[in-house]
């Protein structure tokens, strides 16, 4: 099995295999071709290559032709080709830039929802999402509503009161978080204990997700006795009883 660098069940299927099915392998499948986005364009792709045409025409010429699929994808397409049967190596990125003039503000969509669900005061927002918050909100009308039920949410889970559980479920039962409110049903108990409860599980799940990610940190690069180690100083550090020697044995 070394020798034909197989495996052991692999193997075993090829000894159990019938005269009849030994013979079958010497046909060849004939496998029907997948149509793609790409099929009307390949002839035009490998002429303009073939004839030395820049890169960043052919893919504005494609484009031109009526290709509508991802341009990313059609870059992609295009360096495989030349790379493969042109010896041609295109550096990435080469085929188009999205650019916004300089008189433009973009905010990105995690940004503004941050801004929206930032309830800390330590935390500080974002200045210039604040200046534009309001012009926003009356272009896209979704921001306002996520407001709104962000706000209704968080007075909710941080009140008192867990029969404001039930308020806010029959509101938002059939609106565009109706995933979320499914959720929420599933395991109301839960929630609504984490409002009426002065305890909370967060110190152990953030312990626990701790732990999880130096789990993953050390995955098959360390011995067991090295994992407990890792983990011990992580909670270990900082305390007045700590000593690093101890570590060292």
Request: glycine share 4%; charged share 30%; hydrophobic share 40%.
């Amino acid at each position: 099995m070394d020798e034909f660098f197989i495996s052991l069940p692999t193997a075993k299927k090829y000894i159990g295999m019938t005269a009849d099915e030994v013979t079958a392998m010497n046909e060849r499948n004939a496998y029907k071709k997948r149509r793609t986005i790409f099929d009307d364009y390949l002839n035009i792709i490998y002429k303009m290559l073939r004839d030395k045409v820049s890169p960043e025409i052919i893919i504005s010429y494609i484009v031109r032709k009526g290709y509508a699929g991802n341009p990313n994808t059609l870059q992609t397409k295009i360096q495989r080709i030349a790379k493969n049967n042109f010896n041609i190596n295109l550096i990435r990125d080469w085929g188009y830039k999205f650019d916004y003039p300089n008189n433009v503000l973009v905010f990105k969509r995690s940004e503004v929802l941050r801004y929206i669900a930032t309830k800390n005061p330590k935390i500080k927002r974002d200045e210039n999402i604040g200046k534009h918050i309001d012009i926003i909100k009356e272009k896209y009308k979704i921001v306002e509503l996520l407001e709104n039920i962000y706000n209704d949410f968080y007075e909710t889970i941080m009140g008192k009161d867990p029969n404001k559980l039930e308020i806010f479920i029959d509101q938002y039962e059939f609106s565009v978080i109706k995933g979320f409110i499914d959720g929420i049903k599933i395991d109301i108990i839960s929630v609504k204990n984490a409002i009426s409860s002065e305890l909370s599980s967060g110190f152990v799940e953030g312990n626990n997700n701790k732990f999880k990610l130096i789990k993953r940190i050390l995955y098959g690069r360390a011995k067991l006795s090295t994992l407990f180690k890792k983990c011990y100083l992580a909670f270990k550090f900082g305390l007045d009883d700590f000593n690093i020697s101890q570590f060292t044995k």
